[in-house]
């Protein structure tokens, strides 16, 4: 019997637009979020006839109440840093499947270190960042892997959004999160291990429609996923190019924001400013404007002494159209079917590679 679909965080902005791919593709999840009231007029929005329950991270045994063995619990709920835990416990304690739509390298660093493990003994599967954040990367890297042969032995992938893409575009969720991070350890898989970095602690470009695009280093969940199915790999970096022309500036407040937090008191002095100027679930593009936008990302294995292999390019819809069809296009294969293994996962250990590309051609992404 195929589990029940819980999206916790229905009624934020992500969530809204899950809710909506979920049941589009013929689901009835349980929508459940802190207000009771919108959670009932998004209920009635979309057709009517989907159970709500109300859940607060403030009180844990809220959430926990959400789910049962064999559910799968989709969190949306952000910045995960700060409000992520509690789902990730609830699911662990009923034994329920978990998806979240989280690109914060801390938090998935707690999910694949701290819970991965709790997961593993509870039989369940734990997709952390399953969204733009980072599904697509995963996918490009395996696919140029494959290619590529086991002569590869390290992985780039680059993110870039292409189109109409300003500072409007993104939500008030992902700015949230974005402040979160900063200024905040990273991390990259490097001489055969996870070693901690500083966010942009590399920089370099990618070619994409004859156009040299900057790019500098993130924490991704490439850097935990693809050693696991790919254990010829000694080095797996992430490259995000969201910021254009501002990539080298990033560097730089990166390296300079790194020490300055090790300065007794400004590490919360930060943390109160982003809290007071960057806000979560406070809207994000509507649909013609993420019409206009689009995704690029690009892929590149290597040998042992640099000489490139195999590329892979990804294209398609915008990242929040994307993040909501692979929430809900794994929420319900994973309530049918399950997933490959137990602990926590990435996309291709969770389904295979075959499935992951079709899951991906649904939400959207293709290969160029």
Request: aromatic fraction near 8%.
């Amino acid at each position: 019997m195929a589990g029940r679909i819980v999206l916790f965080g229905a009624t934020g902005y992500t969530g809204r637009l899950t809710a909506e791919a979920l049941v589009a593709r013929g689901q009835q999840p349980l929508l459940a979020a802190r207000d009771g009231d919108r959670l009932a007029r998004l209920a009635a929005e979309l057709g009517g006839g989907l159970d709500t329950a109300v859940a607060d991270v403030s009180q844990p045994e809220t959430v926990t109440a959400l789910v049962g063995e064999g559910d799968v619990l989709v969190s949306t709920v952000g910045p995960f840093v700060k409000w992520g835990d509690a789902a990730a416990e609830a699911a662990i304690a009923a034994r329920a499947h978990y998806l979240d739509s989280t690109g914060e390298p801390p938090f998935i660093r707690r999910v694949f270190e701290h819970y991965g493990p709790q997961a593993e003994r509870a039989g369940i599967g734990m997709l952390t960042a399953f969204g733009y954040d980072w599904v697509p990367g995963n996918l490009a890297a395996a696919l140029a892997l494959r290619d590529a042969g086991p002569d590869a032995v390290r992985v780039d992938t680059g993110y870039f959004v292409t189109g109409a893409a300003g500072a409007g575009s993104f939500s008030g969720g992902t700015k949230a999160s974005v402040a979160g991070v900063a200024t905040e350890p990273a991390f990259a898989y490097r001489d055969g291990r996870l070693r901690t970095v500083r966010t942009a602690d590399r920089y370099r470009s990618f070619a994409m429609r004859g156009r040299e695009l900057p790019a500098v280093t993130v924490g991704a969940s490439e850097n935990f996923a693809l050693p696991k199915t790919h254990p010829g790999l000694r080095e797996v970096n992430s490259y995000l190019g969201w910021l254009g022309p501002l990539s080298r500036p990033m560097q730089a407040f990166s390296l300079i924001g790194s020490g300055a937090m090790k300065v007794p008191g400004v590490r919360a002095m930060s943390s109160r400013l982003a809290d007071r100027f960057v806000r979560g679930s406070t809207g994000g593009p509507g649909a013609e404007e993420r019409a206009r936008a689009g995704s690029y990302i690009v892929a590149e294995a290597y040998d042992a002494v640099g000489a490139k292999l195999a590329e892979a390019h990804v294209t398609g819809v915008d990242p929040y159209t994307f993040t909501a069809g692979i929430l809900a296009w794994g929420a319900r294969r994973v309530a049918a079917d399950g997933m490959l293994a137990s602990g926590a996962l990435g996309p291709d250990g969770a389904f295979g590679l075959d499935e992951l590309e079709a899951g991906c051609r649904e939400a959207g992404l293709t290969r160029a």
